[in-house]
């Protein structure tokens, strides 16, 4: 997901050559261009959320439920302290990200070093190609102090095994790390591209005015990254809300000192695959889904990314 | 890094000024670049060590070329191969998938972009909104769908799924709405152009950045995809190697220590596991990165 995400902004919010009404020719090639794309659209967007949306208020009998499900799972002693973990997590990552992705972005590019600002880049965006479970796979060999190349600095920081490092505290700063390493890269080159797009004058003006460098970026560079950051925002959490991947090979890796419910979806996925119960797995989807969206919902109120300028 | 940025005159970049800004400037950066690169280089580093040699010696020494190759056998004769196995499928559900997004999302976008027809605006909208749909939100209704229908198990579980890409069609609709030329459109079929042949001849030669940014991203994404096999594929033949480094990881005695025996893998196999993983994508994103960006920038500087 990471990578795929990073591209958007740069076309995304302020385009405006879609006013001019398209010609209006080809009808039927039209159906035919759009037909396989509409294929997959209906079957796997479209009637997977309207498949979802029917288990969730059905029970396994396929007989109405009401609310149920619902119930069921919210009451499920494992419902809140996933609920708790993905939100702990969410909180600190994109806090994280927003701040040290926009820091970075504007170092980087206030560098006039060429060589050096594009190394940075490179170095920054390279760990954005291990993703999913390799990048895990790679940080648990980082954190656990007896194979660690950082070994060191853990044992300063007062862990002495694998085991003390994940423990249930730590994970929320655990997976930020980890998602951090992998996807601030894309982001910083998506926002440095932003930057170069400010225009020559405004900043040649402000500086003309007396504004020092950082004069320059609180006033008008953090302003002109506004939707970019909102955009950022939006994807990422609608990714984090998901978090399987990393708990599940921590799991794994741990001896079950992480549990495996311990995220959201780990836990709609032992719904449906340990308890055969589908509906419920169903109906934590479908919360999930909807938190994502309504969050979303207020990046989008908020940042003014649909706006037209 | 790129072309558009070197476009730009110099003296629109804000300086650093103040000796004490700089230093803390230059000790935040040092940092990051520390905490982005140490884990790389580690692991390239570790791929070349005995299991010993990882523990006890400096992390960033060089191990030696007969224990990577001692690594490398132990890798690829686990399970009897298991590893070829999975990377042949990772390339098959990769590309496969691949192959469908480009021939169903970039005609969706010319024709979303330059042509009218009924239901246009639902369809922008609908692509916009699932958009924002995380991938694994729909895993579980997908793997019900698919079950219903018998398909699971099968590679097309998987590579089917992937290939629903609306992030393509959006990237493909704003290239071709922002910098393809009505009037070329309007000269062709002047010039006796068939509808068709419009999109063929003139469009798609034109869009051919845009056709690499949509399948560099789709290859990527393919390939790392974890969730969605994981729950399609019930066995391990038909894994993808992401999903198949979860198998390696239980067979770990340092992470997992029941499972010491005759099948356990060491932890400096375990990184060229790692490595081996992700080299496919690690080599797509060396050789793009600078047309990338360009592409990535090209609906932002084209007007």
């Known amino acids: 997901m990471t990578v795929v995400d990073e591209t958007a902004p740069v076309a995304a919010p302020t385009r405006r050559a879609a006013r001019k009404p398209p010609a209006p020719r080809g009808s039927a090639m039209s159906y035919g261009f759009i037909s396989l794309y509409v294929l997959l659209t209906l079957a796997f967007g479209v009637l997977p959320a309207l498949y979802a949306l029917v288990l969730a208020f059905t029970d396994g009998e396929g007989g109405f439920a009401g609310l149920a499900n619902f119930t069921k799972v919210v009451g499920d002693f494992r419902f809140w302290p996933a609920v708790t973990h993905v939100a702990l997590y969410l909180v600190i990552w994109l806090v994280a990200l927003v701040i040290f992705v926009t820091l970075l972005a504007i170092v980087v590019h206030a560098i006039r070093i060429r060589w050096l600002s594009r190394t940075l880049r490179l170095v920054f965006y390279l760990p954005g190609a291990l993703a999913g479970a390799s990048s895990v796979l790679l940080w648990l060999f980082v954190l656990d102090p007896t194979a660690s190349p950082v070994s060191g600095l853990l044992t300063a920081l007062g862990f002495d095994s694998f085991v003390q490092v994940i423990a249930p505290g730590n994970l929320p700063v655990v997976f930020t790390v980890v998602a951090f390493w992998t996807g601030a890269g894309g982001w910083i080159v998506i926002m440095y591209g932003a930057l170069n797009n400010i225009s020559a004058e405004v900043i040649e003006a402000a500086r003309v005015d007396g504004a020092n460098a950082v004069q320059i970026a609180w006033g008008i560079q953090l302003p002109m990254l506004r939707k970019w950051i909102s955009y950022m925002g939006i994807m990422s959490l609608a990714a984090g809300t998901q978090l399987f991947v990393e708990p599940q090979l921590l799991s794994q890796a741990s001896n079950a000192v992480v549990p495996n419910d311990y995220s959201l979806n780990q836990l709609a996925y032992q719904y449906a695959f340990q308890q055969n119960d589908f509906n419920g797995a169903a109906a934590i989807s479908l919360l999930l889904l909807v938190i994502a969206l309504a969050l979303s919902a207020v990046f989008v109120t908020r940042g003014g990314l649909f706006e037209r300028d | ?303």
Request: with cysteine; charged share 10%.
């Open chain 2, 1 to 303: 890094m790129t072309s558009v940025h070197s476009a730009s005159p110099r003296s629109r970049r804000p300086g650093l000024s103040g000796w004490s800004g700089r230093t803390i400037v230059t000790v935040m950066v040092a940092v990051f670049v520390l905490f982005f690169a140490i884990p790389l280089v580690w692991l390239l580093l570790a791929t070349t060590k005995t299991a010993r040699g990882l523990t006890v010696g400096n992390p960033f020494s060089f191990g030696s070329l007969g224990d990577l190759a001692t690594n490398w056998d132990q890798l690829f004769a686990f399970q009897d191969g298991a590893v070829t196995s999975w990377i042949g499928n990772s390339a098959v559900y990769a590309i496969g998938a691949l192959v469908i997004t480009l021939v169903a999302s970039i005609p969706a976008g010319y024709a979303l972009a330059l042509t009218e027809f009924r239901f246009r605006r639902l369809l922008l909208v609908l692509t916009l909104i699932v958009m924002l749909i995380p991938n694994t939100a729909l895993v579980l209704p997908i793997f019900l769908e698919l079950n219903a229908v018998g398909l699971i198990g099968s590679p097309m579980s998987v590579i089917l799924p992937m290939s629903f890409f609306p992030f393509g069609v959006y990237l493909t609709y704003i290239y071709f709405s922002t910098s393809i030329p009505r009037d070329l459109l309007a000269a062709a079929r002047i010039d006796g152009c068939r509808e068709f042949q419009v999109f063929t001849k003139i469009a798609l030669p034109l869009a051919a950045p845009i056709v690499a940014l949509v399948a560099f991203f789709s290859f990527v994404q393919n390939w790392n995809n974890f969730f969605l096999p994981f729950v399609m594929l019930p066995s391990s033949d038909g894994y993808p190697v992401q999903v198949g480094l979860t198998s390696l990881l239980a067979s770990t005695p340092a992470f997992n220590p029941s499972s010491a025996g005759a099948q356990s893998v060491q932890l400096p196999t375990l990184a060229l596991a790692t490595v081996v993983s992700v080299l496919p994508v690690l080599i797509v994103f060396l050789v793009s990165q600078r047309f990338l960006v360009a592409g990535m920038t090209a609906g932002g500087t084209k007007e």
